[in-house]
């Protein structure tokens, strides 16, 4: 049996990577056209096809989802949501079932990969975590986007979680910005990822029930960073854990 769900498992790896890329040229042209759009509308109009394609590549790769906590988002507001981070497959679950526009803090080598790179640079706020000088122009570029009424999804992890823990430990760019920019913040629990793609398997995937649960707002008025940062992580940390008992 652990032979043939290997098996299955690297199959359906195949399947999946060659059904992203077809469905990904099908939509890119009109994704496209999200740059001649003023923001924030070119953005609302790229996460819409977004939504759709996802919804298509979810269903062909046989992974179920449900998304809850919608009604978290009052109309109006910008959020910092806040997501928990156990695979590639969290993206897809993120940023297209976020309510309304959002854009992601992302690493600016996927912007340089061919024509992909032109869709994940509109829908993301680039930053090479190495370089001081665009961490700073991120953190601004994250406060625009607040401030023209777009959500800002950041995974405070930084990177996926390789530990057994519920969590890795937050850095500390959502919290200052949610203390400066006094945005709320949601947190975001995903789950199912981690089992459809294992981090300790390579080039492995099985069909998984998957899940994106926002949680209540938390209000960044009169909370310094690192007391959001911590209450974040408590709340994200508890719910996880009460999950996988």
Known sequence: MSIFKEIAGRIWATWGLLSFVVTFLIILPVSLISYLIPEPAGTHFLIRISRVWMRIWLF?????????GKEYFKKGKSY??????????????????????????????FAKIPLFGLYYAKGSVLVDRKNEKSRRVSFEKMKWVLRTGMHMCIYPEGTRNRTREPLKPFYNGAFKLAAETKADIIPAIISGTREAV??????????????IRFLEPISSQNASASELKEKVFNIMHDHIAKSNA
Not at 60 to 68: A, E, Q, R
Not at 198 to 211: I, Q, S, Y
């Open 60 to 68: 062909l790769i046989g992974c179920p989802f449900s998304v809850k």
């Open 198 to 211: 294992p981090l300790h398997k390579t080039f492995f995937f099985l069909p998984k029930r998957l899940e």
């Open 80 to 109: 910092i949501v806040t997501c928990n981070h156990n695979s590639l497959l969290d993206i897809p679950l993120s940023s297209p079932f976020i309510p309304g526009p959002n854009k992601t803090i992302a690493k600016m080598s």
